[in-house]
């Protein structure tokens, strides 16, 4: 360790529990705290006295304090909505910045060394202001947040890392209060997140919920009216349900009235309590494969991720589902921190993991509001994609739109969030006006270029067609929880980013290197080389990196055989 060592900590900041890994020897590893538990319950609560209480403190008092207790915020990152303990008012960012800081303690207890940097995990589905509002969480508790990195790609890190085979996998996250299903592909060292569906609420304690009912339609005496009561069958139903996990009956009682009342709970009577919410398991699977374009067959592996998976009802519903045994090496509530802590690695730059490309995909679509003609009516509020949903992230995609009106002055670009056709029903992120010379309709067109980070941020570029000057806007959903002097730094990263993959150095090299021996060799051999180049020069119009990265290979490969045998 040198003097200025300054670590990476991955974090997964849960609905229901975080935890935090760090990557060391080459290996990802779980990072415990001060009572050697491996999980931190997302749970924050203030005492009798006023003082904070964090983790499993604040969770034991859930029941008997519910008023001076809250839990399951992540839900609300983002959304302004406060939520009072005591005297005071916190917004989500700041409970969850409250974890946070629990968890960069005991890393640092764990390390022996201050830890101010971090990589935190967020759903796939998580749009701008949702992960703005984890990156805040991040600065409130004192981490630099190095990296947003999508809770399904964490998974395959951590089961992926082994090996650079083409894999496909279905990762199955029940946690606690969400269902999250990804499907993640992985191709030459790239992995990318090709769909993502989910129920936001279904989750573990749904399941736990499901059998407090059978346990009071089982004791028609109990009168689950008095909050309090309610609060303690819960409890109960939680321990049926973990024994359930290693135990075909699980058993318990309780003293109401001083009447005791005791309950007998096996899987199979378990399972039918839970019908409905077993079969809700299916669709977001359905939806998901259907978006990937992916068929059951295809899937290498299907991954569980989150507690709730432990149940034997949910692991059997998966073997069914996909006629195969899920994977399940890793413990499920542990496989996204430990992903984090791969990815902490990797911007650490430690050697074992060079071969690592990391891609992921944009969770929504990113566009401009137009006006389309229809005769001699003009109507806008239409929207227009720019970059699509499910893309991939980074990308910089650039787009031309031409004037509707005679003598139009400027044009307005007001860029939305969605996936609607009207703008309307769209999220509206910001907009800006640009200047044009007046000409008539048509005659003025306008370069609209799209920049968007793997960090989240997003570049507007405009440029008239003709003139030298460009407008540019960076969308920030969210200032204030940025500085100034961050911003400039992203603007340096997206700088770096903003070139074409026809630009790039390797891409040009071997390029110019096929052009080169097509000029050299004749017959067969130089029509071979010319298809190769064509799929190239095709994938890189397509600025697909997959594409880009399979004919790069075959081009390669093409390029060395004929070397060999001249
Ligand atoms: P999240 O990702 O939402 O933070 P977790 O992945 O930690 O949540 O999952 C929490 C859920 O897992 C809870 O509903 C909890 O009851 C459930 N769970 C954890 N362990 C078990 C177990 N052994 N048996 C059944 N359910 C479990
Ligand atoms: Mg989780």
Redesign the pocket.
């Known amino acids: 360790m040198t003097e200025n060592f300054s670590p990476i900590i991955g974090i997964d900041l849960?609905?229901?529990?975080?935890a935090v890994a760090w990557f060391a020897e080459g290996e990802t590893k779980l990072i415990t705290g001060a009572q050697e538990e491996r999980?931190t319950p997302?749970v924050v609560g203030i005492d009798d006295e006023g003082h904070l209480l964090v983790g499993a403190t604040a969770k034991a008092r859930l029941v008997s304090h519910p008023h001076l207790t809250v839990a399951s915020f992540k839900r609300y990152m983002g959304t302004g909505k406060t939520f009072t303990l005591g005297e005071r008012q916190f917004r989500a960012e700041e409970l969850s910045a409250l974890i946070l800081r629990k968890l960069k303690a005991d890393a640092e207890v764990a390390l022996g060394c201050a830890v101010t940097r971090a990589v935190i995990t967020v759903p796939a589905y998580f749009n701008d202001s949702q992960r703005k509002a984890v990156k805040a969480a991040g600065q409130l508790a004192g981490l630099e947040v190095e990296r947003l990195l999508n809770e399904p790609t964490a998974a395959a890190l951590a089961y992926g890392l082994a090996d650079s085979r083409e894999q496909k996998f279905l990762i199955f996250?029940l946690?606690?209060?969400?269902f999250d299903v990804s499907i993640v592909d992985m191709f030459e060292g790239v992995i990318e997140v090709r769909a993502s569906s989910g129920d936001a609420w279904l989750?573990?304690?749904d399941?736990?919920d499901a059998i407090r009912q059978w346990m009071v339609t089982h004791s028609p005496d109990l009168s689950i009216d008095e909050p309090q009561l309610s609060a303690e069958l819960t409890l109960l139903a939680?321990k049926l349900?973990?024994q359930l996990?290693t135990q075909d009956i699980a058993k318990g009682h309780f003293t109401y009235q001083s009447q005791n009342i005791c309950w007998e709970l096996t899987n199979e009577t378990f399972s039918e309590a839970c019908s409905g919410l077993l079969s809700r398991l299916k669709k977001p699977v359905v939806q998901a494969l259907q978006d990937a374009q992916f068929d059951v067959s295809q899937l290498d592996h299907v991954i569980l991720?989150?507690?709730?998976t432990?149940?034997p009802l949910v692991r059997q519903l998966v073997t069914r589902m996909f006629s195969r045994f899920p994977r399940n090496e890793l413990n499920?509530?542990e496989v996204v921190a430990l992903g984090a802590g791969v990815q902490a690695g990797l911007i650490a730059e430690d050697r074992a993991l060079d071969d690592i490309v990391l891609t992921d995909v944009m969770p929504y679509s990113l566009g401009i509001e137009v006006a389309r003609r229809d005769g001699n009516k003009i109507e806008d509020g239409y929207f227009t994609p720019l970059i699509e949903r499910n893309a991939f992230v980074p990308v910089s995609v650039v787009q031309t739109f031409s004037t509707l009106n005679d003598n139009q002055r400027k044009i307005d670009i007001s860029v939305y969030q969605g996936e609607a056709r009207r703008v309307s029903d769209n999220l509206l992120l910001d907009s800006m006006s640009i200047n044009i010379p007046p000409r008539k309709a048509g005659d003025v067109s306008v370069d609209v270029r799209f920049t968007y980070t793997l960090d989240g941020i997003l570049e507007v570029e405009c440029k008239v067609i003709g003139e030298t000057t460009t407008s540019t806007m960076i969308v920030e959903k969210a200032p204030g929880t940025l500085s100034q002097e961050e911003i400039i730094e992203r603007l340096k990263l997206l700088d770096g980013l903003k070139q074409h993959p026809r630009d790039v150095p390797a891409n040009r090299q071997l390029l110019a290197e096929a052009a080169k021996r097509y000029e050299q060799t004749l017959g067969e051999r130089r029509q071979i080389i010319d298809n190769y180049l064509v799929q190239l020069e095709q994938a890189l119009n397509h600025q697909d990196l997959r594409a880009i990265a399979m004919a790069r290979d075959e081009l390669r490969q093409v390029l060395d055989q004929f070397d060999d045998g001249m």
């Open positions: 849960g609905t229901s529990n975080s999980l997302s996250d946690g606690g209060g969400t989750g573990g304690d399941f736990t939680e349900k973990y996990s991720v989150g507690g709730a432990r149940m499920p509530d």
